[in-house]
């Protein structure tokens, strides 16, 4: 019986030390900047909706379109709307080009044609949804930029951008909050979550490997600097996890992305109107010739 009991205990004493970071108690001082900076920086994190059409050919032959509904979370870079997330998370291309890797040399005659995206929409924190459209994407970062259509947005509550030009700085074992929003079906309410730095990759460029993260969503330390935005790390057409990149490494793409949202959406392309069809034409009978 007593040693039931101790081994009882070292299994939930092992439970304990083996837990997520984010699950142990924090210190007072850090959960009261996380309580404060969720409060600061909710607004800053928007949902993005979308559906998404993947046009693919199997040798010579297409196959049909398929279509597919994305919500996730994005990040407000500018007060104009301006807002990032994964574009891995809203390009199915990367997974198809992971599932045709598995598959092998049998895959090889299958191709992605184009994703065209349609519906596009901002949902802000108060429900409030806001036709956009996507501007920018960069798959070697994995970054996809959404801008709000300037019309529909015109009158529309302001959007909360962060801070990309004042950075935090990255340390190993230092505590950072994660802030994100829950699915619709949960209301979106914002998520706080306290997460470490547990390793810092260099090359190709420099990545934040942490204890927690959420696709598209900001990584803040105490002060409410940004330290970064969670994306996937693809290598070979395949992620091998999430990572977290500088803010400082966005700044450069987004003001690119900031350009490409001041200019005009392209007009969209008038709607194939079918050619009437021909009637067939009734053979013309000769009238018979009396010859009375």
């Given at each position: 019986m007593k040693s039931s009991a101790c081994s009882t205990l070292f299994l939930l004493a092992l439970a304990l030390v083996s837990a997520p970071t984010g699950l142990r108690a924090l210190p007072e001082s850090e959960a009261k900047a996380g309580r404060d900076l969720v409060k600061r920086c909710a607004d800053s994190i928007v949902g993005i909706e979308m559906v998404v059409t993947l046009k693919m050919t199997m040798g010579d032959r297409a196959m049909p379109p398929r279509e597919n509904k994305i919500d996730i979370n994005g990040t407000v870079l500018?007060?104009?709307?301006?807002?990032?997330?994964?574009?891995?998370?809203?390009?199915?291309?990367?997974?198809?080009?992971?599932?045709?890797?598995?598959?092998?040399?049998?895959?090889?005659?299958?191709e992605v044609r184009e994703t065209d995206y349609k519906e596009v929409k901002l949902r802000l924190s108060d429900g409030t949804e806001v036709?956009?459209?996507?501007?920018?994407?960069?798959?070697?970062?994995?970054?996809?930029?959404?801008?709000?259509?300037?019309?529909?947005?015109?009158?529309?509550?302001?959007?909360?951008?962060?801070?990309?030009?004042?950075?935090?700085?990255?340390?190993?074992?230092?505590?950072?909050?994660?802030?994100?929003?829950?699915?619709?079906?949960?209301?979106?309410?914002?998520?706080?979550?306290?997460?470490?730095?547990?390793?810092?990759?260099?090359?190709?460029?420099?990545?934040?490997?942490?204890?927690?993260?959420?696709?598209?969503?900001?990584?803040?330390?105490?002060?409410?600097?940004?330290?970064g935005v969670s994306v996937q790390n693809l290598s070979g057409g395949r992620s091998s996890g999430l990572v977290v990149l500088p803010a400082a490494d966005m700044a450069d793409i987004a003001k690119q992305a900031a350009l490409e949202a001041a200019k005009p959406p392209e007009p969209k392309p008038a709607p194939e109107v079918p050619a009437p069809e021909k009637k067939a034409e009734t053979p013309s009978v000769p009238e018979p010739v009396n010859k009375g």
């Open positions: 500018n007060a104009a709307g301006l807002t990032v997330t994964s574009l891995a998370a809203i390009d199915p291309r990367t997974q198809f080009e992971a599932i045709r890797a598995s598959i092998g040399p049998g895959a090889a005659r299958m036709p956009a459209r996507v501007v920018l994407k960069d798959g070697d970062l994995d970054l996809a930029f959404i801008a709000p259509d300037p019309e529909a947005a015109a009158g529309k509550r302001g959007f909360t951008p962060v801070k990309l030009d004042e950075p935090a700085e990255g340390m190993v074992l230092n505590t950072y909050f994660v802030i994100s929003r829950a699915p619709k079906v949960l209301q979106r309410v914002p998520v706080v979550r306290p997460s470490l730095v547990v390793g810092i990759v260099e090359k190709p460029r420099r990545m934040f490997l942490m204890t927690d993260q959420q696709l598209g969503c900001p990584v803040f330390d105490q002060q409410g600097r940004v330290l």
